[in-house]
Protein backbone atom coordinates (compact mmCIF):
# COMPACT_ATOMS: atom_id res chain seq x y z
CA UNK A 1 0.00 0.00 0.00
CA UNK A 2 2.82 2.72 0.57
CA UNK A 3 3.59 2.91 -3.12
CA UNK A 4 0.27 4.13 -3.50
CA UNK A 5 1.05 7.45 -1.49
CA UNK A 6 1.11 9.66 -5.27
CA UNK A 7 -2.37 10.11 -5.03
CA UNK A 8 -4.30 12.35 -7.41
CA UNK A 9 -6.93 14.42 -5.78
CA UNK A 10 -10.30 14.84 -7.44
CA UNK A 11 -10.25 18.32 -9.24
CA UNK A 12 -13.28 20.70 -7.82
CA UNK A 13 -15.19 19.71 -11.28
CA UNK A 14 -15.05 15.60 -10.90
CA UNK A 15 -16.27 16.33 -7.01
CA UNK A 16 -19.27 18.64 -8.73
CA UNK A 17 -19.86 15.97 -11.30
CA UNK A 18 -20.06 13.00 -8.86
CA UNK A 19 -22.35 14.86 -6.64
CA UNK A 20 -24.55 15.64 -9.65
CA UNK A 21 -24.79 11.72 -10.30
CA UNK A 22 -25.27 10.58 -6.55
CA UNK A 23 -28.84 9.75 -6.43
CA UNK A 24 -29.48 11.83 -9.27
CA UNK A 25 -32.84 9.50 -10.86
CA UNK A 26 -34.92 10.09 -7.70
CA UNK A 27 -38.43 10.38 -9.00
CA UNK A 28 -41.38 12.76 -7.21
CA UNK A 29 -44.99 10.58 -7.66
CA UNK A 30 -47.53 13.27 -8.08
CA UNK A 31 -49.98 11.81 -6.62
CA UNK A 32 -48.20 11.60 -3.46
CA UNK A 33 -47.38 15.41 -3.92
CA UNK A 34 -50.80 16.52 -5.24
CA UNK A 35 -52.42 14.31 -1.70
CA UNK A 36 -49.84 15.87 0.49
CA UNK A 37 -51.19 19.24 -0.45
CA UNK A 38 -54.55 18.20 0.26
CA UNK A 39 -53.66 17.32 3.72
CA UNK A 40 -52.00 20.57 4.66
CA UNK A 41 -54.70 22.63 3.49
CA UNK A 42 -57.35 20.91 4.89
CA UNK A 43 -55.18 20.67 8.27
CA UNK A 44 -55.12 24.36 7.72
CA UNK A 45 -58.31 25.08 7.03
CA UNK A 46 -59.32 23.15 9.92
CA UNK A 47 -57.90 25.34 12.09
CA UNK A 48 -58.93 28.39 10.63
CA UNK A 49 -62.52 26.63 11.16
CA UNK A 50 -61.45 26.65 14.97
CA UNK A 51 -62.09 22.74 14.70
CA UNK A 52 -59.68 21.09 17.57
CA UNK A 53 -57.61 18.96 15.37
CA UNK A 54 -58.02 14.91 16.16
CA UNK A 55 -55.13 12.63 16.54
CA UNK A 56 -56.22 10.60 13.50
CA UNK A 57 -57.09 13.27 11.04
CA UNK A 58 -56.15 14.08 8.00
CA UNK A 59 -57.48 12.38 4.61
CA UNK A 60 -53.84 11.60 3.84
CA UNK A 61 -53.25 9.05 6.85
CA UNK A 62 -54.91 5.60 5.40
CA UNK A 63 -53.54 5.56 1.91
CA UNK A 64 -50.74 6.95 3.51
CA UNK A 65 -50.51 3.94 6.01
CA UNK A 66 -50.92 1.87 3.04
CA UNK A 67 -48.67 3.38 1.14
CA UNK A 68 -45.48 2.84 3.95
CA UNK A 69 -46.33 -0.86 4.27
CA UNK A 70 -45.77 -1.01 0.87
CA UNK A 71 -42.59 1.19 1.37
CA UNK A 72 -41.30 -0.79 3.80
CA UNK A 73 -41.88 -3.66 1.99
CA UNK A 74 -39.54 -2.23 -1.26
CA UNK A 75 -36.87 -1.37 1.63
CA UNK A 76 -36.55 -5.14 2.64
CA UNK A 77 -36.34 -5.91 -1.10
CA UNK A 78 -33.80 -3.71 -1.83
CA UNK A 79 -31.46 -5.31 1.16
CA UNK A 80 -32.07 -8.50 0.06
CA UNK A 81 -31.30 -7.37 -3.81
CA UNK A 82 -27.30 -5.53 -2.15
CA UNK A 83 -27.12 -8.86 -0.15
CA UNK A 84 -26.86 -10.72 -3.50
CA UNK A 85 -25.22 -8.47 -5.85
CA UNK A 86 -25.58 -9.48 -9.38
CA UNK A 87 -27.54 -12.73 -9.20
CA UNK A 88 -31.30 -12.98 -9.45
CA UNK A 89 -32.90 -16.46 -9.57
CA UNK A 90 -36.29 -15.46 -8.88
CA UNK A 91 -38.97 -14.53 -11.66
CA UNK A 92 -39.98 -15.57 -14.56
CA UNK A 93 -39.12 -13.92 -17.68
CA UNK A 94 -41.49 -11.43 -19.85
CA UNK A 95 -44.31 -13.74 -21.31
CA UNK A 96 -43.97 -14.48 -24.68
CA UNK A 97 -47.41 -12.64 -25.66
CA UNK A 98 -46.31 -9.59 -23.87
CA UNK A 99 -42.79 -9.71 -25.73
CA UNK A 100 -44.91 -10.00 -29.07
CA UNK A 101 -47.26 -7.29 -27.68
CA UNK A 102 -44.26 -4.75 -27.64
CA UNK A 103 -42.30 -6.00 -30.10
CA UNK A 104 -45.52 -5.04 -32.69
CA UNK A 105 -46.16 -1.86 -30.83
CA UNK A 106 -42.41 -0.93 -31.58
CA UNK A 107 -42.85 -1.68 -35.34
CA UNK A 108 -45.98 0.27 -35.65
CA UNK A 109 -44.44 2.87 -33.57
CA UNK A 110 -41.10 3.16 -35.68
CA UNK A 111 -43.80 3.24 -38.90
CA UNK A 112 -45.86 5.89 -37.95
CA UNK A 113 -45.07 9.70 -38.10
CA UNK A 114 -44.81 12.05 -35.20
CA UNK A 115 -46.60 15.60 -35.87
CA UNK A 116 -43.96 17.85 -36.52
CA UNK A 117 -43.83 21.18 -34.09
CA UNK A 118 -43.23 23.82 -36.57
CA UNK A 119 -41.58 27.30 -35.30
CA UNK A 120 -44.46 29.17 -33.62
CA UNK A 121 -46.08 26.01 -32.71
CA UNK A 122 -46.38 23.72 -29.94
CA UNK A 123 -46.95 20.70 -28.70
CA UNK A 124 -50.18 20.18 -26.97
CA UNK A 125 -50.20 17.44 -23.96
CA UNK A 126 -53.56 16.29 -22.24
CA UNK A 127 -52.86 14.47 -19.29
CA UNK A 128 -55.74 13.61 -17.36
CA UNK A 129 -54.80 11.80 -14.37
CA UNK A 130 -58.02 10.46 -12.04
CA UNK A 131 -55.87 10.12 -8.16
CA UNK A 132 -57.38 8.78 -4.91
CA UNK A 133 -58.11 10.65 -1.68
CA UNK A 134 -59.18 8.46 1.47
CA UNK A 135 -60.52 9.35 4.37
CA UNK A 136 -62.04 7.65 7.58
CA UNK A 137 -64.47 8.46 9.99
CA UNK A 138 -65.35 6.88 12.84
CA UNK A 139 -63.68 3.39 11.48
CA UNK A 140 -65.99 3.75 7.82
CA UNK A 141 -63.77 4.24 5.16
CA UNK A 142 -64.39 6.22 1.88
CA UNK A 143 -62.22 6.20 -1.40
CA UNK A 144 -62.50 8.10 -4.25
CA UNK A 145 -61.00 9.20 -7.47
CA UNK A 146 -60.80 12.96 -8.20
CA UNK A 147 -59.74 13.44 -12.17
CA UNK A 148 -57.10 16.16 -12.80
CA UNK A 149 -56.55 17.73 -15.99
CA UNK A 150 -53.07 19.13 -16.33
CA UNK A 151 -52.38 20.72 -19.97
CA UNK A 152 -49.07 21.26 -21.09
CA UNK A 153 -48.15 23.75 -23.97
CA UNK A 154 -44.16 22.59 -24.67
CA UNK A 155 -42.69 25.58 -27.71
CA UNK A 156 -40.63 23.83 -30.53
CA UNK A 157 -37.56 25.46 -28.83
CA UNK A 158 -37.81 23.71 -25.50
CA UNK A 159 -35.84 26.68 -23.85
CA UNK A 160 -38.78 29.18 -24.90
CA UNK A 161 -41.63 29.47 -22.36
CA UNK A 162 -43.94 26.57 -21.59
CA UNK A 163 -47.03 26.47 -19.97
CA UNK A 164 -48.78 23.91 -17.42
CA UNK A 165 -52.87 24.44 -17.00
CA UNK A 166 -53.95 22.60 -14.20
CA UNK A 167 -57.61 21.89 -13.69
CA UNK A 168 -59.23 19.51 -10.66
CA UNK A 169 -62.40 18.81 -13.55
CA UNK A 170 -64.76 18.02 -10.61
CA UNK A 171 -65.27 14.51 -12.13
CA UNK A 172 -65.46 11.71 -9.46
CA UNK A 173 -65.71 8.10 -8.97
CA UNK A 174 -66.30 6.37 -5.35
CA UNK A 175 -64.67 3.43 -4.92
CA UNK A 176 -65.56 2.53 -1.45
CA UNK A 177 -68.89 4.33 0.20
CA UNK A 178 -70.52 7.06 -1.87
CA UNK A 179 -70.71 10.86 -2.37
CA UNK A 180 -73.49 10.66 0.01
CA UNK A 181 -72.51 8.71 2.27
CA UNK A 182 -69.68 11.30 2.90
CA UNK A 183 -72.05 14.05 3.41
CA UNK A 184 -74.20 12.53 5.41
CA UNK A 185 -71.06 11.69 7.95
CA UNK A 186 -70.29 14.98 7.93
CA UNK A 187 -66.99 14.46 5.91
CA UNK A 188 -68.02 15.73 2.40
CA UNK A 189 -67.16 19.55 1.71
CA UNK A 190 -64.37 19.87 4.54
CA UNK A 191 -61.22 18.81 5.14
CA UNK A 192 -60.21 19.12 0.91
CA UNK A 193 -62.36 15.86 0.25
CA UNK A 194 -65.22 15.31 -2.59
CA UNK A 195 -64.80 19.52 -3.20
CA UNK A 196 -62.10 20.84 -5.02
CA UNK A 197 -59.88 22.74 -2.05
CA UNK A 198 -56.51 21.68 -1.52
CA UNK A 199 -56.40 20.53 -5.02
CA UNK A 200 -53.60 22.13 -6.91
CA UNK A 201 -54.88 24.83 -9.98
CA UNK A 202 -54.15 27.85 -12.25
CA UNK A 203 -51.42 28.62 -14.71
CA UNK A 204 -47.98 28.25 -14.52
CA UNK A 205 -45.38 29.54 -17.43
CA UNK A 206 -42.07 28.97 -17.51
CA UNK A 207 -38.82 28.22 -20.28
CA UNK A 208 -37.41 24.60 -20.43
CA UNK A 209 -40.86 23.31 -18.27
CA UNK A 210 -39.56 24.47 -15.14
CA UNK A 211 -42.58 25.58 -13.60
CA UNK A 212 -41.37 24.59 -9.80
CA UNK A 213 -38.24 25.59 -9.51
CA UNK A 214 -36.21 22.36 -10.66
CA UNK A 215 -33.82 24.14 -12.20
CA UNK A 216 -34.61 21.98 -15.45
CA UNK A 217 -32.76 24.34 -18.13
CA UNK A 218 -29.60 23.37 -16.18
CA UNK A 219 -31.15 19.42 -16.01
CA UNK A 220 -29.07 17.07 -18.31
CA UNK A 221 -32.83 15.39 -18.32
CA UNK A 222 -33.53 12.19 -16.90
CA UNK A 223 -36.85 9.01 -17.24
CA UNK A 224 -38.98 11.78 -15.19
CA UNK A 225 -37.76 15.05 -17.66
CA UNK A 226 -37.17 13.73 -21.07
CA UNK A 227 -35.29 16.35 -22.91
CA UNK A 228 -34.66 15.94 -26.55
CA UNK A 229 -31.28 16.14 -25.66
CA UNK A 230 -31.25 13.47 -22.94
CA UNK A 231 -33.35 11.31 -25.28
CA UNK A 232 -30.39 11.65 -28.30
CA UNK A 233 -28.35 10.49 -25.36
CA UNK A 234 -30.05 7.12 -25.29
CA UNK A 235 -28.52 3.97 -26.65
CA UNK A 236 -31.03 2.51 -29.58
CA UNK A 237 -30.15 -1.24 -28.36
CA UNK A 238 -32.92 -2.34 -26.70
CA UNK A 239 -30.74 -4.64 -24.87
CA UNK A 240 -28.34 -1.59 -23.67
CA UNK A 241 -31.05 0.81 -23.07
CA UNK A 242 -32.89 -1.43 -20.82
CA UNK A 243 -29.01 -1.57 -18.92
CA UNK A 244 -29.08 2.00 -18.79
CA UNK A 245 -32.65 1.72 -17.22
CA UNK A 246 -31.20 -0.41 -14.84
CA UNK A 247 -28.34 1.60 -14.10
CA UNK A 248 -30.58 5.04 -13.86
CA UNK A 249 -33.23 3.58 -11.11
CA UNK A 250 -31.82 3.51 -7.56
CA UNK A 251 -30.40 0.50 -6.08
CA UNK A 252 -31.53 -2.62 -7.54
CA UNK A 253 -35.64 -1.70 -6.85
CA UNK A 254 -36.94 -4.55 -8.62
CA UNK A 255 -38.17 -4.78 -12.59
CA UNK A 256 -41.10 -2.75 -11.20
CA UNK A 257 -39.18 0.51 -10.76
CA UNK A 258 -37.98 0.09 -13.75
CA UNK A 259 -40.75 -0.49 -15.15
CA UNK A 260 -42.70 2.91 -13.53
CA UNK A 261 -39.15 4.92 -14.74
CA UNK A 262 -40.33 3.77 -18.02
CA UNK A 263 -43.71 5.17 -17.71
CA UNK A 264 -42.43 8.15 -16.39
CA UNK A 265 -40.75 8.89 -19.72
CA UNK A 266 -43.35 7.76 -21.56
CA UNK A 267 -46.10 9.50 -19.94
CA UNK A 268 -44.77 13.11 -20.93
CA UNK A 269 -45.94 12.89 -24.34
CA UNK A 270 -42.67 14.07 -25.57
CA UNK A 271 -40.56 10.96 -25.99
CA UNK A 272 -39.98 10.54 -30.39
CA UNK A 273 -41.24 7.80 -31.39
CA UNK A 274 -38.03 6.12 -32.01
CA UNK A 275 -37.10 6.05 -28.73
CA UNK A 276 -40.85 5.06 -27.78
CA UNK A 277 -39.97 1.78 -30.32
CA UNK A 278 -36.66 1.49 -28.28
CA UNK A 279 -38.10 1.45 -25.37
CA UNK A 280 -41.12 -0.90 -25.83
CA UNK A 281 -38.30 -3.54 -26.83
CA UNK A 282 -36.14 -2.48 -24.01
CA UNK A 283 -39.51 -3.48 -21.87
CA UNK A 284 -39.67 -7.19 -22.71
CA UNK A 285 -36.84 -7.59 -20.94
CA UNK A 286 -38.84 -6.61 -18.15
CA UNK A 287 -39.09 -9.82 -15.48
CA UNK A 288 -42.63 -10.89 -14.72
CA UNK A 289 -44.36 -8.51 -17.39
CA UNK A 290 -47.56 -9.92 -18.90
CA UNK A 291 -50.35 -8.76 -21.03
CA UNK A 292 -52.94 -8.05 -18.45
CA UNK A 293 -56.20 -6.94 -20.40
CA UNK A 294 -56.76 -7.29 -24.11
CA UNK A 295 -59.09 -4.83 -23.64
CA UNK A 296 -58.35 -2.05 -21.09
CA UNK A 297 -60.71 1.01 -20.95
CA UNK A 298 -58.73 4.10 -19.94
CA UNK A 299 -61.29 7.16 -19.53
CA UNK A 300 -62.83 5.81 -22.65
CA UNK A 301 -59.90 5.24 -24.98
CA UNK A 302 -59.36 1.15 -25.16
CA UNK A 303 -56.11 -0.52 -25.99
CA UNK A 304 -54.01 -3.22 -24.37
CA UNK A 305 -52.66 -3.58 -21.01
CA UNK A 306 -49.47 -4.46 -19.69
CA UNK A 307 -48.58 -4.80 -16.04
CA UNK A 308 -46.24 -6.30 -13.83
CA UNK A 309 -46.16 -6.87 -9.96
CA UNK A 310 -45.24 -4.49 -7.62
CA UNK A 311 -45.97 -5.81 -4.25
CA UNK A 312 -49.77 -5.44 -3.19
CA UNK A 313 -50.23 -3.49 -6.38
CA UNK A 314 -49.97 -3.57 -10.44
CA UNK A 315 -48.34 -1.47 -12.67
CA UNK A 316 -50.36 -1.49 -16.38
CA UNK A 317 -49.61 0.76 -18.97
CA UNK A 318 -52.16 0.47 -22.00
CA UNK A 319 -50.79 0.49 -25.31
CA UNK A 320 -53.07 1.27 -28.80
CA UNK A 321 -52.09 -2.16 -30.70
CA UNK A 322 -53.15 -0.41 -33.86
CA UNK A 323 -50.46 2.50 -33.58
CA UNK A 324 -48.54 1.75 -31.07
CA UNK A 325 -49.56 4.75 -29.23
CA UNK A 326 -48.96 4.99 -25.67
CA UNK A 327 -52.36 5.45 -24.23
CA UNK A 328 -51.61 5.78 -20.77
CA UNK A 329 -51.20 3.67 -17.40
CA UNK A 330 -53.19 2.50 -14.02
CA UNK A 331 -52.23 1.16 -10.50
CA UNK A 332 -54.43 -1.74 -9.73
CA UNK A 333 -54.18 -3.45 -6.19
CA UNK A 334 -53.60 -7.35 -6.42
CA UNK A 335 -54.21 -8.25 -2.80
CA UNK A 336 -56.99 -7.57 -0.48
CA UNK A 337 -55.23 -4.36 1.27
CA UNK A 338 -57.13 -2.36 3.83
CA UNK A 339 -60.50 -1.70 2.33
CA UNK A 340 -59.19 -2.15 -1.11
CA UNK A 341 -60.45 -5.71 -3.08
CA UNK A 342 -58.05 -7.26 -5.31
CA UNK A 343 -59.03 -5.64 -8.72
CA UNK A 344 -59.70 -2.34 -7.63
CA UNK A 345 -58.36 0.32 -10.02
CA UNK A 346 -56.01 2.74 -7.55
CA UNK A 347 -55.76 5.31 -10.07
CA UNK A 348 -55.44 6.12 -13.74
CA UNK A 349 -53.80 8.38 -16.37
CA UNK A 350 -54.70 8.81 -19.77
CA UNK A 351 -52.28 11.26 -22.30
CA UNK A 352 -53.21 12.31 -25.50
CA UNK A 353 -51.27 14.96 -27.75
CA UNK A 354 -51.28 17.17 -30.77
CA UNK A 355 -49.91 20.22 -31.93
CA UNK A 356 -51.69 23.78 -31.74
CA UNK A 357 -50.89 27.26 -33.23
CA UNK A 358 -50.72 29.19 -30.17
CA UNK A 359 -50.20 28.55 -26.15
CA UNK A 360 -52.79 28.14 -24.08
CA UNK A 361 -55.48 26.98 -27.14
CA UNK A 362 -56.43 23.88 -27.25
CA UNK A 363 -56.21 21.19 -30.05
CA UNK A 364 -59.85 21.39 -31.98
CA UNK A 365 -62.60 18.70 -31.24
CA UNK B 1 -30.08 37.34 -16.42
CA UNK B 2 -33.01 35.03 -16.70
CA UNK B 3 -35.14 34.83 -13.92
CA UNK B 4 -36.83 31.59 -12.85
CA UNK B 5 -38.67 30.35 -9.86
CA UNK B 6 -36.83 28.64 -7.42
CA UNK B 7 -33.54 29.36 -7.82
CA UNK B 8 -30.95 31.61 -6.20
CA UNK B 9 -32.14 35.05 -8.21
CA UNK B 10 -36.03 34.24 -7.01
CA UNK B 11 -34.59 34.86 -3.49
CA UNK B 12 -35.72 38.08 -3.17
CA UNK B 13 -39.83 37.69 -3.11
CA UNK B 14 -39.57 34.45 -1.14
CA UNK B 15 -40.21 36.43 1.65
CA UNK B 16 -43.64 36.26 2.68
CA UNK B 17 -45.92 37.19 5.62
CA UNK B 18 -46.86 33.60 6.31
CA UNK B 19 -48.79 35.11 9.98
CA UNK B 20 -50.79 37.03 7.65
CA UNK B 21 -54.65 36.23 7.30
CA UNK B 22 -55.28 33.83 4.25
CA UNK B 23 -53.51 31.09 5.43
CA UNK B 24 -54.59 28.40 3.31
CA UNK B 25 -53.89 30.31 0.37
CA UNK B 26 -50.28 31.03 1.14
CA UNK B 27 -49.47 28.01 2.27
CA UNK B 28 -50.79 27.06 -0.86
CA UNK B 29 -48.38 29.04 -3.40
CA UNK B 30 -45.72 28.33 -0.70
CA UNK B 31 -46.41 24.45 -1.01
CA UNK B 32 -46.02 24.60 -5.09
CA UNK B 33 -43.25 26.77 -5.42
CA UNK B 34 -40.86 24.74 -2.88
CA UNK B 35 -42.36 21.02 -2.48
CA UNK B 36 -41.33 19.64 -5.58
CA UNK B 37 -37.08 20.96 -4.94
CA UNK B 38 -37.64 20.15 -1.89
CA UNK B 39 -39.25 16.13 -1.89
CA UNK B 40 -36.37 16.25 -4.67
CA UNK B 41 -33.61 17.06 -2.30
CA UNK B 42 -35.34 14.62 0.56
CA UNK B 43 -35.61 11.49 -1.76
CA UNK B 44 -32.09 11.79 -2.43
CA UNK B 45 -31.39 11.78 0.78
CA UNK B 46 -33.46 9.30 2.12
CA UNK B 47 -35.38 7.65 -0.73
CA UNK B 48 -39.15 6.93 -0.23
CA UNK B 49 -38.94 8.83 3.12
CA UNK B 50 -39.24 11.99 1.27
CA UNK B 51 -42.96 11.36 0.63
CA UNK B 52 -44.08 11.83 4.20
CA UNK B 53 -41.12 14.35 5.04
CA UNK B 54 -42.48 16.90 2.64
CA UNK B 55 -45.61 16.58 4.36
CA UNK B 56 -44.26 17.27 7.41
CA UNK B 57 -42.04 20.14 6.84
CA UNK B 58 -45.09 21.69 5.34
CA UNK B 59 -47.13 21.05 8.22
CA UNK B 60 -44.63 22.05 10.88
CA UNK B 61 -43.72 25.11 8.91
CA UNK B 62 -47.66 26.21 9.43
CA UNK B 63 -47.92 25.40 12.64
CA UNK B 64 -44.98 27.50 13.69
CA UNK B 65 -45.38 30.19 11.12
CA UNK B 66 -45.13 33.51 13.77
CA UNK B 67 -42.15 31.81 14.04
CA UNK B 68 -40.88 33.01 10.33
CA UNK B 69 -39.53 36.05 10.44
CA UNK B 70 -39.07 37.39 6.87
CA UNK B 71 -36.45 39.64 7.57
CA UNK B 72 -34.02 37.11 8.75
CA UNK B 73 -33.89 34.60 5.84
CA UNK B 74 -35.95 33.58 2.68
CA UNK B 75 -38.99 30.93 3.34
CA UNK B 76 -37.11 28.73 1.26
CA UNK B 77 -34.22 28.57 3.80
CA UNK B 78 -36.11 28.01 6.70
CA UNK B 79 -38.45 25.32 5.16
CA UNK B 80 -35.13 23.66 4.57
CA UNK B 81 -34.21 24.64 8.11
CA UNK B 82 -37.04 22.46 8.99
CA UNK B 83 -36.31 19.75 6.98
CA UNK B 84 -33.26 19.11 8.06
CA UNK B 85 -33.99 19.01 11.49
CA UNK B 86 -36.75 16.53 10.25
CA UNK B 87 -33.53 14.53 8.43
CA UNK B 88 -32.20 14.30 11.70
CA UNK B 89 -34.38 11.23 12.79
CA UNK B 90 -33.21 9.46 9.83
CA UNK B 91 -29.77 9.06 10.16
CA UNK B 92 -29.61 5.30 9.55
CA UNK B 93 -31.71 5.52 6.70
CA UNK B 94 -29.56 7.98 4.90
CA UNK B 95 -26.17 5.94 5.38
CA UNK B 96 -27.78 2.94 5.04
CA UNK B 97 -28.72 4.00 1.87
CA UNK B 98 -25.76 5.86 1.12
CA UNK B 99 -23.80 2.13 1.69
CA UNK B 100 -26.38 0.38 -0.67
CA UNK B 101 -25.41 2.86 -3.78
CA UNK B 102 -21.38 2.83 -2.49
CA UNK B 103 -21.93 -0.95 -3.69
CA UNK B 104 -24.58 -0.72 -6.19
CA UNK B 105 -23.16 -2.62 -9.33
CA UNK B 106 -22.31 -0.26 -11.44
CA UNK B 107 -22.06 -0.11 -15.27
CA UNK B 108 -18.76 0.47 -16.16
CA UNK B 109 -18.08 -2.05 -17.51
CA UNK B 110 -18.90 -2.71 -21.58
CA UNK B 111 -19.76 0.77 -22.07
CA UNK B 112 -16.80 2.20 -24.27
CA UNK B 113 -18.61 1.19 -27.66
CA UNK B 114 -21.61 3.91 -27.24
CA UNK B 115 -19.33 6.77 -27.09
CA UNK B 116 -17.88 9.56 -25.22
CA UNK B 117 -20.51 10.52 -24.07
CA UNK B 118 -21.88 7.56 -22.28
CA UNK B 119 -18.18 6.73 -21.29
CA UNK B 120 -18.42 10.71 -19.44
CA UNK B 121 -21.44 9.34 -17.52
CA UNK B 122 -20.34 6.29 -16.43
CA UNK B 123 -17.34 7.75 -15.06
CA UNK B 124 -19.80 10.14 -13.27
CA UNK B 125 -21.72 7.49 -11.83
CA UNK B 126 -18.66 5.45 -10.95
CA UNK B 127 -17.44 8.80 -9.43
CA UNK B 128 -20.84 8.92 -7.58
CA UNK B 129 -20.31 5.58 -6.11
CA UNK B 130 -16.98 6.25 -4.12
CA UNK B 131 -18.06 9.70 -3.16
CA UNK B 132 -21.03 7.86 -1.23
CA UNK B 133 -18.86 6.25 0.22
CA UNK B 134 -17.07 8.73 1.20
CA UNK B 135 -20.49 10.58 2.73
CA UNK B 136 -20.75 8.46 5.16
CA UNK B 137 -17.84 9.01 7.37
CA UNK B 138 -19.11 12.62 7.55
CA UNK B 139 -20.78 14.02 10.25
CA UNK B 140 -24.46 15.12 10.10
CA UNK B 141 -23.42 18.81 10.02
CA UNK B 142 -21.06 18.30 7.36
CA UNK B 143 -23.32 17.04 5.30
CA UNK B 144 -25.62 19.08 5.42
CA UNK B 145 -23.73 22.04 4.29
CA UNK B 146 -22.83 19.81 1.45
CA UNK B 147 -26.08 18.63 0.41
CA UNK B 148 -28.05 21.79 1.51
CA UNK B 149 -25.53 23.69 -1.32
CA UNK B 150 -25.33 21.11 -4.00
CA UNK B 151 -28.07 19.38 -4.09
CA UNK B 152 -30.70 22.18 -2.84
CA UNK B 153 -28.83 24.66 -4.53
CA UNK B 154 -29.00 27.13 -1.75
CA UNK B 155 -26.31 29.59 -1.49
CA UNK B 156 -23.87 30.17 1.73
CA UNK B 157 -26.59 32.72 3.31
CA UNK B 158 -28.97 30.63 2.66
CA UNK B 159 -27.60 27.83 4.69
CA UNK B 160 -26.80 29.43 7.61
CA UNK B 161 -30.20 30.54 7.51
CA UNK B 162 -31.58 27.39 7.45
CA UNK B 163 -28.45 25.70 9.72
CA UNK B 164 -28.90 28.76 12.55
CA UNK B 165 -24.94 28.90 12.20
CA UNK B 166 -22.51 32.08 11.20
CA UNK B 167 -22.49 32.69 7.35
CA UNK B 168 -18.15 32.35 7.69
CA UNK B 169 -18.73 28.59 9.47
CA UNK B 170 -20.81 27.26 6.46
CA UNK B 171 -17.93 28.83 3.93
CA UNK B 172 -15.39 26.96 5.83
CA UNK B 173 -16.88 23.92 6.82
CA UNK B 174 -18.04 23.59 2.95
CA UNK B 175 -14.23 24.07 2.26
CA UNK B 176 -13.06 21.55 4.87
CA UNK B 177 -15.64 18.87 3.37
CA UNK B 178 -14.51 19.09 -0.09
CA UNK B 179 -11.28 19.14 0.30
CA UNK B 180 -11.88 15.82 2.42
CA UNK B 181 -13.96 14.50 0.05
CA UNK B 182 -11.71 15.25 -3.03
CA UNK B 183 -9.03 13.24 -1.17
CA UNK B 184 -11.02 10.81 0.70
CA UNK B 185 -12.86 9.84 -2.40
CA UNK B 186 -10.25 9.39 -5.37
CA UNK B 187 -7.66 7.41 -2.15
CA UNK B 188 -10.84 5.27 -2.37
CA UNK B 189 -10.59 5.06 -6.08
CA UNK B 190 -7.23 4.56 -6.43
CA UNK B 191 -7.25 1.90 -4.36
CA UNK B 192 -10.08 0.22 -6.33
CA UNK B 193 -8.60 0.54 -9.83
CA UNK B 194 -5.09 -0.54 -8.76
CA UNK B 195 -5.70 -4.09 -10.92
CA UNK B 196 -6.80 -2.04 -13.65
Known amino acids: MSDDDVRRLWTEDELDSALDALNAHVRADEPVLVRTRAALLADIEQEEEGVTTTPQRRPRRSTGRWLAAAAVVVVLVAGALVAQTVSFGGPAPATAEAVRTLDQAASTTIGAVDEPVGPGQYRYVATHAWWMGTTSVEGKGFAWLTEHLMETWVPANPSDEWMLRRDATGNEQWVIGTRAEAEAAGVAGRRGLPDRRGWPEGEWRAPCGDFFGESKCQDGGSWQNPTAEWQAGLPTDPDALFERLRADVPDGRGDAALFAYAADALRSGLVDKDVRAAIYRALTRIDGLEVTEEQANLGGRVGIALGVEDDDRRRDIIIDPETGRFIGERQVATDDVDDFEAGTVLEFTAVTTAVVDAIGVEPAG | ?196
Open chain 2, 1 to 196: MTEHAGGGAAAADDRPDLAGPHPSRLFGQLFDRHARPLHRYLARRVGDLADDLVGETFLIAFQTRTGYDPGRGTARSWLYGIATNLLRRHVRQEVRGLRAAARAAGSASGAEDHGNRVADRVDASSRARLLAGALVGLDEGDRDVLLLTSWAGLDSNEVAEALGIPVGTVRSRLHRVRQRLRAHASNTEHTRSGDE
